[in-house]
């Protein structure tokens, strides 16, 4: 969660360390536990992210071109549940900066 605070992403519930970094681990894992090609399963990886990439970008590319994807300057900068409902969605996933981070 630190790498993408420091990165700017936004991920408030923690998806991108779920599902991205533990699917790659759990594919090339199979290599470890049960003696599964390494180059086939990193193959594997940039083929399954490759196809996510290029369908994500296409089908947001259609979405802006007919509908309004994104929020206001303002909007973006409060964070929306705050803008929307008044409340911090998910307080519990706020990263905090340690004595020695710099955000």
Do not use: H
């Given at each position: 969660m630190k790498l993408l605070v420091?990165?700017?992403?936004?991920?408030v519930v923690g998806a991108i360390p779920a599902h991205l970094f533990?699917?790659?681990?759990g594919t090339l894992v199979v290599c470890l536990a049960g003696g599964g090609?390494?180059?086939?399963q990193l193959l594997?990886?940039?083929?399954?992210?490759?196809f996510v990439f290029a369908s994500s970008w296409l089908l947001w590319k259609?979405?802006?071109?007919?509908?309004?994807?994104?929020?206001?300057n303002?909007?973006?900068?409060?964070g929306q549940d705050i803008a929307?409902?008044?409340?911090?969605?998910?307080?519990e996933f706020v990263v905090m900066p340690e004595d020695d981070d710099e955000i």
């Open positions: 420091k990165m700017k992403l936004d991920d533990a699917g790659i681990w090609n390494l180059g086939v594997g990886v940039v083929a399954v992210g490759a259609l979405l802006a071109l007919t509908l309004e994807v994104r929020v206001s303002k909007v973006e900068q409060l929307e409902l008044g409340i911090d969605a998910y307080p």
